[in-house]
Protein backbone atom coordinates (compact mmCIF):
# COMPACT_ATOMS: atom_id res chain seq x y z
CA UNK A 1 0.00 0.00 0.00
CA UNK A 2 1.28 3.59 -1.22
CA UNK A 3 1.73 5.92 1.56
CA UNK A 4 -0.22 9.42 1.22
CA UNK A 5 1.42 12.46 1.89
CA UNK A 6 -1.09 14.30 4.47
CA UNK A 7 -0.21 17.97 2.99
CA UNK A 8 -1.14 17.37 -0.69
CA UNK A 9 -4.46 15.97 0.90
CA UNK A 10 -5.35 18.27 3.03
CA UNK A 11 -5.30 16.30 6.14
CA UNK A 12 -3.73 17.44 8.90
CA UNK A 13 -2.53 20.75 7.82
CA UNK A 14 -2.75 22.94 4.30
CA UNK A 15 -1.21 22.96 0.58
CA UNK A 16 2.25 24.40 0.09
CA UNK A 17 1.77 27.18 -2.96
CA UNK A 18 3.66 25.82 -5.90
CA UNK A 19 6.61 28.07 -6.88
CA UNK A 20 4.45 28.90 -10.05
CA UNK A 21 2.02 30.71 -7.94
CA UNK A 22 4.70 32.08 -6.22
CA UNK A 23 6.40 33.56 -9.23
CA UNK A 24 3.17 35.33 -10.34
CA UNK A 25 2.50 36.68 -6.54
CA UNK A 26 6.32 38.44 -7.07
CA UNK A 27 5.88 39.38 -10.73
CA UNK A 28 1.68 41.05 -9.58
CA UNK A 29 3.71 42.57 -6.58
CA UNK A 30 6.70 44.25 -9.00
CA UNK A 31 4.55 45.85 -11.53
CA UNK A 32 2.00 47.22 -9.00
CA UNK A 33 5.17 49.09 -7.36
CA UNK A 34 5.46 50.00 -10.88
CA UNK A 35 2.70 51.62 -11.67
CA UNK A 36 1.89 53.24 -7.80
CA UNK A 37 5.29 55.00 -7.88
CA UNK A 38 4.87 57.17 -11.17
CA UNK A 39 1.05 57.69 -9.71
CA UNK A 40 2.81 60.03 -6.42
CA UNK A 41 3.54 62.99 -9.24
CA UNK A 42 -0.01 62.59 -10.97
CA UNK A 43 -1.45 62.53 -7.14
CA UNK A 44 0.40 65.01 -5.72
CA UNK A 45 0.74 68.55 -4.77
CA UNK A 46 4.28 69.35 -6.47
CA UNK A 47 4.00 69.20 -10.75
CA UNK A 48 7.59 70.11 -10.81
CA UNK A 49 8.42 67.26 -9.18
CA UNK A 50 8.97 64.40 -11.79
CA UNK A 51 11.93 62.07 -10.68
CA UNK A 52 9.45 59.02 -10.58
CA UNK A 53 7.03 60.03 -13.75
CA UNK A 54 6.51 58.17 -16.71
CA UNK A 55 6.87 61.78 -18.36
CA UNK A 56 10.51 62.38 -17.39
CA UNK A 57 11.55 64.20 -19.74
CA UNK A 58 8.57 66.40 -21.00
CA UNK A 59 8.26 70.16 -20.92
CA UNK A 60 8.00 70.34 -17.22
CA UNK A 61 11.16 68.72 -16.52
CA UNK A 62 13.05 71.00 -19.36
CA UNK A 63 11.60 74.36 -18.48
CA UNK A 64 12.22 76.94 -21.06
CA UNK A 65 14.24 79.28 -18.89
CA UNK A 66 17.30 79.65 -16.75
CA UNK A 67 17.19 79.95 -12.96
CA UNK A 68 19.64 81.26 -10.03
CA UNK A 69 19.22 80.08 -6.77
CA UNK A 70 20.56 81.78 -3.70
CA UNK A 71 20.59 81.08 0.14
CA UNK A 72 20.95 83.40 2.73
CA UNK A 73 21.32 82.85 6.80
CA UNK A 74 19.77 85.41 8.90
CA UNK A 75 21.64 85.94 12.32
CA UNK A 76 20.94 88.36 15.01
CA UNK A 77 24.26 89.27 14.45
CA UNK A 78 23.74 89.71 10.08
CA UNK A 79 19.79 90.42 10.14
CA UNK A 80 21.01 91.61 6.25
CA UNK A 81 22.06 87.89 6.09
CA UNK A 82 25.01 85.97 4.52
CA UNK A 83 24.82 84.27 1.55
CA UNK A 84 25.38 80.24 1.69
CA UNK A 85 28.11 79.00 -1.03
CA UNK A 86 26.28 76.29 -2.48
CA UNK A 87 29.03 75.28 -4.93
CA UNK A 88 30.69 74.37 -1.53
CA UNK A 89 27.64 72.85 0.27
CA UNK A 90 25.63 71.14 -1.71
CA UNK A 91 26.88 68.25 -4.54
CA UNK A 92 25.53 69.41 -8.43
CA UNK A 93 22.60 67.74 -8.85
CA UNK A 94 21.29 69.03 -5.46
CA UNK A 95 22.13 72.68 -6.87
CA UNK A 96 19.98 71.43 -10.23
CA UNK A 97 16.84 70.48 -8.03
CA UNK A 98 17.13 73.63 -6.57
CA UNK A 99 17.46 75.80 -9.66
CA UNK A 100 14.01 73.53 -10.95
CA UNK A 101 12.05 74.67 -7.37
CA UNK A 102 11.70 70.91 -6.20
CA UNK A 103 9.93 71.80 -3.01
CA UNK A 104 10.63 68.79 -1.16
CA UNK A 105 14.89 69.82 -1.77
CA UNK A 106 14.32 73.33 -0.67
CA UNK A 107 12.56 72.31 2.46
CA UNK A 108 14.85 69.83 3.40
CA UNK A 109 17.95 71.98 2.80
CA UNK A 110 16.32 75.06 4.41
CA UNK A 111 15.66 72.68 7.63
CA UNK A 112 19.34 71.08 7.40
CA UNK A 113 20.91 74.56 7.37
CA UNK A 114 18.55 75.62 9.95
CA UNK A 115 20.09 72.91 12.39
CA UNK A 116 23.77 73.87 10.78
CA UNK A 117 24.12 76.66 13.51
CA UNK A 118 22.30 77.50 16.84
CA UNK A 119 23.01 81.13 15.90
CA UNK A 120 20.62 80.89 13.07
CA UNK A 121 17.77 82.47 12.87
CA UNK A 122 15.95 81.98 9.88
CA UNK A 123 17.31 80.75 6.18
CA UNK A 124 16.15 82.45 2.92
CA UNK A 125 15.72 80.67 -0.60
CA UNK A 126 15.76 82.31 -4.04
CA UNK A 127 14.92 81.71 -7.29
CA UNK A 128 15.07 84.12 -10.09
CA UNK A 129 14.39 82.72 -13.48
CA UNK A 130 14.67 84.53 -16.84
CA UNK A 131 13.84 83.30 -20.83
CA UNK A 132 15.59 84.39 -23.61
CA UNK A 133 13.31 85.61 -25.62
CA UNK A 134 12.57 87.84 -22.09
CA UNK A 135 8.76 86.07 -21.78
CA UNK A 136 7.91 85.92 -18.29
CA UNK A 137 9.29 83.66 -16.12
CA UNK A 138 9.13 81.98 -12.53
CA UNK A 139 10.50 83.30 -9.32
CA UNK A 140 10.42 82.08 -6.06
CA UNK A 141 11.16 82.90 -2.63
CA UNK A 142 11.14 80.40 0.91
CA UNK A 143 11.74 81.64 4.08
CA UNK A 144 11.71 79.52 7.13
CA UNK A 145 12.03 80.89 11.07
CA UNK A 146 14.51 78.17 12.80
CA UNK A 147 12.73 79.39 16.07
CA UNK A 148 9.19 78.27 14.81
CA UNK A 149 9.55 76.33 11.96
CA UNK A 150 7.17 78.32 10.04
CA UNK A 151 7.70 78.33 6.46
CA UNK A 152 6.50 81.21 3.90
CA UNK A 153 6.40 81.09 0.33
CA UNK A 154 5.76 83.68 -2.46
CA UNK A 155 5.75 82.36 -5.86
CA UNK A 156 5.21 84.75 -8.90
CA UNK A 157 5.86 84.68 -12.57
CA UNK A 158 8.10 88.11 -13.80
Do not use: K
Not at 21 to 39: E, F, H, K, N, T
Not at 79 to 104: E, F, K
Not at 131 to 157: F, K, N, Q, Y
Amino acid sequence: MRAVNPMIRGEGGSVPPSPRRLLSIGIAAYLACQVALPLRYYLGDDRRDERFAWRIFSALAIPPFQCDVRVRELTADEPAGRDVDLSRTLHDAWIASLRHGQDAVVDRFLEARCRSSARVEAVEFSRLCRRDDHRPAPSMRVRLDCRSGAIGTEEATS
